[in-house]
């Protein structure tokens, strides 16, 4: 059970695998097989899962079903349903589709930006700009973020300057978003400079200051998750079984485990909310929907400690 | 090449792969391949190597020519030769032997002592006590080290008291040894308890806290590492490939990987005096003399980012 189950968690767990990484695997998982999915990630306590990207289904054929996908995620009490949207008309048709909150795109990189969205970094800013008008004029109760991709380097470009990233984001915030993450989408991200890039987001754009989206490309993600945590990141996004990755940035395959990260934080004595035992049930509804697609995490072949239990808190 | 080849490194990489590695899988690796892998870990810039343990042949018969090697290691300028030794007379043979450093594993964990030495803790202290002796009238210069095992938890017993690891590290300060480090033996740590045990440590023992030997077992390898470093600790066991475990500790397996602990410290600008790309190379050598043994790693595997350059620092 989670640590404090009448209060809120210390931190919000926000599950992507359904679009991050249902995206970046070949194989289309059926629509029935993703809504049992998402339900039993929900039964595990997953209180924000982005169950779907809004993008043309000749681009991507995994998405097609967004919208019934939505639908069915709405049924689950008390799950905020996120949706990722590239541009106004991805926007468009989650506002439609009732999703509670879209998630925006922006790359720092230049060069990814063009390859991603086939936009400029400021023609990206500008569309950000028209979906919080479209958000205001239609459905002003549903949350904008934006996650700034490659905010920690880039596999076209190699380094992206910090200061773009903080000017990228302060334009975001500035467009009238209510969060904006940091996303280490190729998985370049170090410790030091997640510390250091968060607390310069902090004094750039104060509590706008949003999640934390690491990859585990080289193996440092639950150490970048840490980092983030110790500057005061308190939303983190994890892809059940690592699914994931960015289908425009070659080799950057591999989201944060979310059962490792669950482990992780629980065993520091950080409630997530989250049940280990029931998560890790639910790769069975992944992997019936998956077959054969390959499953990271070490937690679940590594089993719990013995003697370990959530709630009890060690820190 | 390393990031300040002219100075000490920030830290010290301690591998452990000839050794943990080794005496944990089934196949025996040939003394030439061993030689020739231990040389192309030193030829990687790493000058600290746990290249045997002194044990019963028919115990551990994959440390069988442990003299031999150690006779090989010693020829390599500027390494520190070291061996693990469970008992006086592994030490004898250790010292006939000529090794520059001792180190004794020592549980916190009553079962666990039984189970891997046939020992009580206290009986082990004992031990390390006449080793220390021992050393004192053969070899005054050899370094005594000792490990504490299962400091963080136990497969057989479950919780492992903070106080038992505190007490059991106090004994073997005063039994004489340079330094104790704390062991996650069974891949059971968290961060906070990293941070938490290696402060309560340093009160105790001050200078002469030791290394952080910490296993991936539940993905949390690099996490616990990046929080020992936060706390202070600059030496760090890791293992090529992520070979390694504890034979007496069911399902602990796998040591941090060498190439992706240097890659995240090299990546925060934390000098470790190892070059990647040698260190990388080294894994040929090992993949000969043990082929078909699976090989752990997600830098090896994914690559060095773009524009990254080792001694460009980043903190």
């Given amino acids: 059970m989670p640590s404090t189950p009448t209060s809120a968690p210390d931190v919000l767990i926000s599950e992507v695998g359904p679009r991050d990484g249902l995206q970046s695997v070949k194989a289309t998982m059926p629509t029935a097989h993703k809504c049992q999915w998402i339900t039993a990630l929900h039964a595990a306590g997953l209180r924000e899962i982005e169950v779907a990207s809004f993008v043309p289904a000749q681009l991507l054929p995994q998405m097609a079903d967004a919208a019934e996908v939505v639908r069915h995620a709405l049924t689950l009490p008390g799950l905020t349903v996120m949706a990722l949207v590239p541009n106004l008309r991805g926007a468009q048709a989650a506002l439609a589709a009732g999703v509670h909150k879209l998630t925006i795109p922006v790359s720092a990189s230049a060069a990814h930006s063009l390859a991603n969205v086939r936009k400029t970094r400021e023609a990206m800013v500008e569309e950000v700009r028209n979906i919080v008008a479209l958000r205001d004029a239609q459905a002003p109760h549903t949350q904008v973020e934006a996650g700034i991709s490659t905010a920690f380097g880039c596999t076209l470009q190699g380094l992206v300057p910090e200061e773009d990233v903080l000017w990228l984001a302060a334009q975001c915030a500035r467009a009238g978003v209510g969060e904006v993450g940091l996303s280490d989408t190729t998985g370049y ?4 400079q997640v510390r250091r890039l968060f607390r310069r987001l902090r004094a750039e754009i104060g509590n706008k200051t949003g999640a934390a989206h690491m990859h585990n490309t080289r193996g440092l993600g639950l150490a970048n998750c840490l980092a983030a945590f110790d500057e005061g990141v308190r939303t983190f996004d994890a892809s059940q079984g690592g699914l994931g ?31 280990i035992a029931k998560l890790i049930a639910a790769r069975e509804a992944l992997k019936a929907g998956l077959p054969g697609e390959p499953l990271y995490g070490m937690t679940p072949d590594a089993g719990l400690p013995k003697g370990f239990s959530q709630g009890a808190r060690h820190a």
């Fill in 189 to 192: 991200a170090n410790p030091s």
């Fill in 245 to 275: 990755g960015c289908p425009y940035a070659p080799g950057a395959s591999g989201n944060v485990v979310t059962e490792d990260l669950v482990f992780m934080l629980e065993a520091m004595g950080v409630s997530t909310g989250v049940d």
